[in-house]
C-alpha cells in the first residue's frame, strides 16, 4: 500500500461548480498536511497548509483534514477556469527531516 | 525577491553525455531537494539535503550525482548511467529542522533525450 494515494483523475467541471478534490494515507505520524497547485510546465506552488485535524479556509478553498480517517480533502468553491491545473497533496510526520511524501496529483479543468 | 532558480529552463541531451542542472536559492533554506517528474507517476525524490556537504538518496537516485557546497547551490548531474533521463525536474528548498511550512519550488528544468 502506498504512504499516499490520491486519485488522478482528470477531472472536469463547469464554471462555478464546487470541486473536492481527496488523498487518503496509511502512515498514522503524518501531522503535516499540505495541497499544492501546479500550472502547465511551472513549478508547485504551496496553495492550502494544515496542521494536525480541522478545517483551514481562505477564500474560495477549505482544506480540511480527518485524521482518524487517514483522509484529507481540499474544497473549492465557485470554481474559475484560472482554476485549471494539477493539484498534488503533501504531507509529512512531525520531527525529523522535513521530507514530504507526495501524492501523484489530480489535473482539474474547469470550463468556461 | 526571494525564490528559487533553475537553469536552463529546457535542456536536451545526446546519448552517453553527462549533463548538469542548475538550483538556486536565496531564502536562506537549509534543506534543498531535487525531484522527477514523469506523466501519472508523481513527484519521485532524487536527492536531498539537510545542510551543508551532506546529502541523501533518494527513491531513484541511480544514474544521478549531486553536491551541495554552498548552501545556496544544489546542482543535479544526470549520468549517462541514467538510461531514461527524458522528464521534468523540479528543484525544492525549505527551511530545515524540524519546523517549516512545506517546500518552495523552482520552475523546472524539462530535460529531453536526443
Known amino acids: 500500500q502506498k504512504e499516499v494515494e490520491q486519485d488522478p483523475g482528470p477531472l472536469s467541471v463547469p464554471e462555478g461548480a464546487i470541486v473536492s478534490l481527496n488523498c487518503t494515507y496509511s502512515?498514522?505520524?503524518?501531522?503535516?498536511f499540505m495541497w499544492y497547485r501546479q500550472y502547465s510546465r511551472k513549478g508547485p506552488e504551496l496553495l492550502m497548509y494544515t496542521y494536525s485535524s480541522g478545517n483551514k479556509e481562505d477564500g474560495r478553498f477549505t482544506a480540511q483534514v480527518d485524521k482518524s480517517s487517514k483522509y484529507i480533502s481540499l474544497f473549492i468553491r465557485d470554481s474559475q477556469p484560472s482554476d485549471s491545473a494539477t493539484y498534488l497533496c503533501?504531507?509529512?510526520?512531525?520531527?525529523?527531516?522535513?521530507?514530504?511524501?507526495f501524492g501523484k496529483g489530480m489535473k482539474l479543468t474547469v470550463n468556461p | 525577491d526571494g525564490g528559487i532558480t533553475q537553469s536552463p529552463k529546457y535542456l536536451f541531451r545526446k546519448e552517453g553525455q553527462n549533463v548538469t542542472l542548475s538550483c538556486e536559492q536565496n531564502?536562506?533554506?537549509?534543506?534543498m531537494y531535487w525531484y522527477r517528474q514523469d506523466p501519472g507517476q508523481g513527484l519521485r525524490l532524487i536527492y536531498y539535503s539537510q545542510i551543508v556537504n551532506d546529502f541523501q538518496k533518494g527513491d531513484i537516485a541511480e544514474g544521478y550525482s549531486v553536491s551541495r557546497e554552498k548552501k545556496e547551490s544544489f546542482p543535479l548531474t544526470v549520468t549517462s548511467a541514467q538510461k531514461n533521463p527524458t522528464a521534468f525536474y523540479l528543484c525544492?528548498?525549505?527551511?530545515?529542522?524540524?519546523?517549516?511550512?512545506?517546500?518552495?519550488f523552482g520552475s523546472g528544468t524539462r530535460l529531453t533525450v536526443v
Open positions: 502512515n498514522s505520524a503524518f501531522q503535516y
Open positions: 531564502l536562506n533554506h537549509d534543506a
Open positions: 503533501a504531507m509529512r510526520s512531525q520531527g525529523g527531516s522535513e521530507k514530504l511524501v
Open positions: 525544492a528548498s525549505s527551511i530545515g529542522g524540524t519546523g517549516g511550512f512545506g517546500y518552495t
